[in-house]
């Protein structure tokens, strides 16, 4: 079988993004079949990502070169209010955004545009190649439209790809219809959509008349990752964007003022390490509990040392959200903290209860979940369970972790892949009997 893979991100990017759509070309590869991938070419935070992601196993062509500027852009972050204190600077900033949403909705339109001419042009220099299927995968707009045009030029088989909704990009009502009216049209159009978790899938479904069908992210076991000795107290390890307070960790760190208060814990035992490029939004939130003295920022790291920092902690914390609207959402923080074999501790904000995050934690005994959706129970049990792993430390010298190797399996990417190529397989096998 011959694949072509079009993403945004796809290493050296370091971006989480880029992780999916290589695993697939890694393992599709791996598996006996032929893989090119079309990408857009730009660096962005390629810093250590060339060792860990080598690309030389299949055909890799760029549409667009990266710059400098570019991938300084990505790597400094800082606001240009930086010289504000944090509870001025945050209200003033949404004002600003808010401000210029339609100058920015007018520049993104047109960007997209460029950058969709580009790739339709690189497609057309793949021409005289053959492929029996296409899979976009969807980080910016642009690879919908693409992915449906590689399809026709190359008479073949069309894979949409949603790591995240296309709805996710709208700032406000309207373009959240415009957005879902492109995304329920991709769907009706490929032969095969998929995307990161069940309950996206059903969402995503609704309205379509078609099915979309889960494919879970998940972590590389062939990527070793070294054992870090446990250090004294208490630890918590959080890595990545809190999306200006999107993320909030209040509910875990309220538990944990309970129990520093209840005696059950000592505040100068408790440590939580801090990665990523937000330390001050993480600052702002444990301030509130006077945690702030317990709090440890390690900057933006490179990817291994994260995984160090990780596999040093006593808990990996993921945070996300379940709304009526947004469901479903499985960051790649978690298959981080599964890989890191540590147990995971999710705080899910939203309104809509029972999400699959936390379904999956306690199917496989991961770890524990707290939903704002059922905040009473969800801290009881948050306390309780912390209370326990505390006690079995302190007398043990490690909290206790008992992920089932069933979970280690179904979260493996290439046993995720196998069951893509099931479904490739299955495609273009209709499609050969169809034309036969």
Request: aromatic share 10%; glycine share 6%; proline share 3%.
């Amino acid at each position: 079988m011959r694949v072509l893979i079009i993403a945004t991100y796809f290493p050296p990017n370091a971006e989480i993004a880029a992780v999916r759509p290589y695993m697939f070309a890694k393992y599709l590869q791996k598996l006996g079949h032929e893989v090119e991938v079309l990408w857009r070419g730009v660096d962005g935070t390629a810093r250590d990502a060339s060792n860990l992601f080598p690309t030389d196993a299949f055909v890799v062509h760029t549409y667009e070169e990266g710059t400098d500027s570019q991938e300084t852009g990505a790597v400094s972050g800082k606001s240009r209010l930086w010289f504000l204190p944090y509870k001025v600077r945050k209200p003033l900033a949404a004002i600003y955004h808010r401000s210029i949403s339609v100058v920015t909705a007018r520049r993104n339109q047109s960007q997209t545009e460029e950058i969709v001419n580009k790739l339709k042009a690189a497609i057309d220099k793949l021409s005289d190649r053959q492929f029996d299927v296409v899979i976009s995968t969807f980080g910016n707009i642009e690879n919908v439209y693409a992915g449906r045009y590689a399809a026709k030029i190359f008479g073949c088989k069309w894979v949409m790809d949603f790591r995240d909704p296309v709805t996710g990009l709208a700032k406000n009502r309207r373009q959240w219809k415009e957005y879902r009216n492109i995304q329920d049209q991709a769907i009706r159009d490929a032969d095969l959509s998929i995307t990161v978790s069940e309950d996206l899938a059903r969402n995503l479904s609704r309205g379509t008349g078609r099915q979309v069908y889960a494919v879970y992210n998940g972590y590389d076991e062939t990527e070793a990752v070294a054992s870090n000795e446990m250090a004294e107290g208490i630890s918590f390890c959080y890595t990545g964007a809190m999306y200006e307070g999107r993320r909030k960790l209040s509910p875990l760190l309220e538990v944990l003022s309970k129990m520093i208060s209840a005696g059950e814990l000592k505040k100068e035992e408790l440590v939580f390490h801090y990665a990523g490029r937000n330390f001050e939004e993480l600052q702002h939130q444990v301030g509130k509990y006077g945690l702030q003295d317990c709090s440890r920022n390690h900057g933006f790291l490179s990817r291994k040392d994260v995984e160090q920092l990780q596999r040093s902690s006593d808990f990996y914390v993921v945070l996300s959200w379940n709304n009526p609207n947004e469901v479903g959402v499985l960051t790649g923080k978690f298959y981080e903290g599964l890989r890191a074999e540590k147990p995971i501790i999710g705080v899910i904000s939203g309104t809509k209860p029972n999400s699959e995050l936390r379904h999956i934690i306690e199917k496989y005994s991961l770890g524990c979940c707290y939903e704002d959706a059922d905040r009473e129970k969800s801290q009881e049990k948050m306390q309780e369970y912390l209370r326990q792993q505390i006690r079995h430390k302190k007398e043990r010298g490690c909290v206790k972790h008992q992920c089932s190797q069933e979970a280690r399996t179904a979260f493996r990417y290439d046993t995720i892949v196998e069951k893509l190529e099931k479904m490739l397989l299955q495609l273009t096998d209709e499609s050969a009997n169809a034309h036969g």
